[in-house]
């Protein structure tokens, strides 16, 4: 479903955006916890890991378009 109102898009937009920051630094946190604890080469770690970069991917491409 493709929102048409602009007010909608926008707040969906402010949605996303605050869960893609919220996700990237619980990953970033969970990274450095389990660093902490001698995990670092572990599939958690290494998923987080993943998760940290789709994450920061996406807030690349938001400051490409100027929107952050």
Known sequence: MIIEDKAARLEAFEKMLDFVRKNYE???S???ELKAAGKN???TYGQ???N???YRNMLDIYKLFDLI
């Open 48 to 50: 987080h890991m993943g």
């Open 26 to 28: 619980d990953s970033l």
């Open 30 to 32: 969970k990274m450095e």
């Open 52 to 54: 940290k970069m789709m």
């Open 41 to 43: 080469k572990t599939a």
